[in-house]
């Protein structure tokens, strides 16, 4: 069986965690944890006919205060970049993060994951920076932890993606 | 390649004017000479000319210098050194090597780590298993005259084993057991092959696996300031986890217990042996573990190297356990059996103490031998008897009795049944010097005990309160018989009524013995027989018939042989009835003779009085 390094990358509480239990275990914590260091997970996902393992690296948000380090990266085949859409600030970090990734690692099979849908009342991303997105490459997909919205589906996308790189 | 620049070089142009200058002075000769000149001269020197241009060009262009010299320098190098000169040689290369070295560390550390990575492991083992050899050598030494209990029966293990004794100290350290060994690929933290041993219990080998370098990355970034460091080793409580981590791969070791430090050099050992052999496989993974599952095998060596210890560590302690076992058990049932027969014979002894006619004075025990000192009154038990009776050997006891009279009362008691010899009926009884005898005994034996028993030796006083005299009581029995019997008589007649003489010959017997015991005891004897009559006719005839009926019985006796006797016939006749004469049973009683005994101290004439009062 195939095995790939996933890691779920981004900002300090936009629902990395939240995002791989609703995945892995199917459960949603409406209280927040903050991630320290890693917590490694593993979900078996079926693409064209084929398990993959996929053993998902949850790294702790980045934030003003602690720099995530690259070396928890090593050896990932694809990344999940999540964003909070209801904070705008957090889809400017993902990028800049992205960037830093291609820089130093290079180009890598990613989905950019817009978590929270089910805030859609509070949620600052526009429908036009959303097209722009996709207009870049980016595969991009609005989801919600709490309510397991499309979040199987960023994951079977990204091992496909994997598959095909 | 290019055409020779002479403008450009002074030294070249100064050759050429040296060249020039008859070619000038030729000049102001005709140009036709000048012309045929030149044309010689470029016959005969233009291929030399060329020539040097051509060294010239090999000479002043430094790249094809530099091919020159690189097509020799290996050459060269071997040449000189060839020529064992090499120590020039080295110092000219070694500030250069060792500035190339340590720019190269400076870049890329992992580079030269890999490059040397096959080397260095062998070369450290070797000088760690050298240094440890040498340590243990000292241990060794250390131990040679240490006195604790560990180290004797290790000792004495290598003395039975024939290994030398640090082999086995060592080998008593290994008490450890491999549970899981994981082979990981470095780089993702994914698993290529996971091998558990038997019956331990596992968690999902990719999780933990993940984890282990999630933890390896964070001790790193967290901890080391050189990226180059590894994490070793993690303990908790008694699990271990050991990790050696090389270029692509790294091995993790789950170790329940205290693996000894050379475990982890079996673990380089595999790890460098995998890194050999699954150079281009760890290097182009892609998510595939599949070409590793070769690798198995030499991961579940690592588990077995913990079997192949267990059992040798194992074996040992049976073998030692069983031969104490067995020496222990003999030495307790030896122990027991001579507590058993401790147990016994002073048993025994406190028994023989309690004898009666048996004093010990002294016992010692030599040997299995029991010797006894004291003193034995022949009446009492045969201590030999005893010893049978409690089960032990008669011939490991030495008995030593000298004979005594005892004062115990049994023995008194004893002593005076010996003496005394008393019937069946009598019971002798001593009591503090008193002597009872209680039953019944004939007059004989009772003047018997009255004369001896004061002499037997601790009787000093005698109690015949509850002794009879068997002799009166028979007496008195007999007497009553006598008395008892009635003969009886026809009616008006003198002769015995037909069917009395069996009566008349028991009295008649009963009169004899009475007699004889009465003799014996000093007593005369006298027997009145009375004669009866029934109403019937008148007194004056009556009188005579019961007299003639007493004379007749009293004749009878005579005629067989009473002797010794006052048989004393008296005629009562209506008298003295035995019954009413109501009914003829009762006339039929009184129609008879009975009798009638007394007794009296004998005289010397009595005695054998025979003859009749009349």
């Known amino acids: 069986m195939l095995q790939k390094k996933v890691c779920m990358l981004g900002s300090f509480s936009v629902g990395k965690t939240s995002l791989v239990r609703r995945f892995v275990e199917s459960i949603f914590d409406e209280t927040y944890h903050t991630t320290i260091g ?16 996929l053993m998902l690296w949850d790294i702790y948000g980045e934030d003003a205060y602690q720099k995530m380090r690259m070396s928890y990266l090593r050896g990932m085949a694809g990344y999940l970049l999540v964003v909070d859409g209801t904070r705008k600030q957090t889809l400017t970090d993902a990028l800049s993060l992205h960037e830093r990734i291609v820089q130093e690692i290079g180009k890598l099979p990613a989905v950019l994951v817009l978590n929270k849908d089910d805030l859609a009342d509070q949620w600052e991303i526009d429908s036009v920076q959303e097209s722009k997105l996709t207009q870049n490459g980016w595969t991009a997909q609005r989801t919600s932890a709490k309510t397991g919205d499309a979040v199987e589906k960023v994951f079977l996308h990204l091992a496909q993606a994997m598959l095909a790189g | 390649m290019n055409p020779p620049a ?26 036709d000479n000048n012309h045929a000149y030149e044309e010689l001269r470029e016959l005969i020197v233009k291929p030399e ?47 250069t090597i060792q500035e190339t070295l340590r720019e190269s560390v400076r870049r890329d550390p992992q580079v030269l780590a890999d490059a040397l990575f096959p080397v260095m492991g062998p070369a450290i083992r070797k000088s760690i298993s050298e240094t440890l050899r040498s340590m243990l050598e000292s241990f060794n030494e250390a131990l040679e005259h240490s006195l ?40 993702t ?115 077995e190297t913990q079997y192949r210890e267990k059992p040798v560590e194992k074996k040992k302690p049976r073998a030692a356990i069983i031969a104490g076992a ?50 034995r009154d022949p009446l009492a038990e045969d201590p030999r008897k005893l010893i049978s009776q409690a089960g032990l050997d008669p011939n490991f006891a030495d008995l030593q009795l000298a004979p005594y009279y005892s004062l115990d009362d049994a023995m008194v008691a004893k002593r005076a049944n010996a003496l005394l010899h008393p019937p069946a009926s009598v019971k002798l009884n001593a009591k503090g010097g008193e002597l009872d005898a209680a039953g019944a005994a004939p007059q004989q034996w009772i003047t018997q005990f009255e004369e001896r028993a004061p002499w037997i030796a601790g009787v000093s006083k005698l109690d015949e309160s509850q002794l009879q005299n068997s002799t009166v009581q028979e007496l008195n029995a007999q007497k009553n018989a006598i008395e008892s019997t009635v003969l009886l008589f026809p009616l008006g007649r003198a002769e015995l009524e037909p069917g009395q003489e069996n009566n008349l010959a028991q009295v008649e017997k009963n009169i004899r013995e009475l007699v004889a015991q009465a003799t014996r005891l000093h007593e005369a004897v006298d027997v009145d027989l009375v004669g009866h009559t029934d109403t019937t006719g008148v007194e004056a005839t009556n009188l005579p018939l019961s007299q003639q009926r007493a004379d007749q019985i009293r004749g009878s006796l005579l005629r067989n042989g009473v002797k010794a006797v006052n048989l004393r016939p008296h005629g009562v006749g209506t008298t003295q009835p035995l019954r009413s004469e109501d009914t003829e049973d009762g006339r039929q009683l009184n129609r008879s003779v009975t009798f009638k005994v007394y007794f009296s101290a004998a005289s010397s004439g009595a005695a054998s009085g025979a003859a009749p009062a009349y």
């Open chain 2, 6 to 31: 002479r403008d450009l070089h002074p030294s070249n142009m100064a050759e050429q004017a040296q060249r020039r200058a008859p070619v000038a002075q030729a000049q102001e000769k005709p140009t």
């Open chain 2, 148 to 187: 604790s209990w560990q180290g004797l029966k290790w000792r004495i293990e290598s003395f039975r084993t024939g290994k030398p004794f640090a082999e086995i100290v060592l080998m008593h350290s290994l008490v450890y057991r491999v549970e899981q060994v994981f082979l990981i690929h470095r780089e």
């Open chain 1, 38 to 53: 890693v917590k490694v997970d593993k979900k078996i996902v079926n693409v064209n006919g084929e398990d993959i393992t």
């Open chain 2, 49 to 95: 000319q060329e020539g040097i241009a051509a060294i010239q060009d090999r000479l002043e262009n430094l790249e094809k210098r530099t091919q020159d010299v690189s097509s020799v320098v290996a050459e060269a190098i071997q040449m000189r050194r060839e020529k064992g000169d090499d120590e020039a040689l080295a110092d000219a290369l070694a500030p």
């Open chain 2, 326 to 375: 067995v020496a222990l058990l003999l030495l307790l049932a030896w122990g027991g059996y001579s507590t058993y027969l401790l147990w016994e014979w002073s048993r025994f002894l406190h028994a023989l103490r309690q004898q009666a006619g048996i004093v010990v004075v002294s016992y010692t025990k030599d040997g299995r031998t029991f010797h006894i000192q004291g003193f």
């Open chain 2, 189 to 303: 933290g994914l698993v290529l092959s996971h091998v558990v041993a038997p019956a331990a219990a596992t968690q999902d080998a990719d999780m933990v696996a993940g984890l282990l370098s999630a933890i390896q990355q964070f001790a790193r970034d967290s901890f080391t300031p050189e990226k180059t460091e590894t994490l070793g080793n993690m303990t908790f409580e008694e699990l271990q986890i050991r990790v050696v981590t090389g270029p692509g791969a790294v091995i993790a070791a789950a170790i329940r217990g205290h693996a000894p430090e050379n475990y982890s050099i079996a673990m380089d050992e595999t790890l460098e042996d995998i890194q050999r052999f699954y150079s281009s496989a760890l290097a182009n993974f892609k998510g595939d573990a599949a070409p590793f599952r070769s690798a198995e095998d030499r991961l579940a060596r690592l588990l």
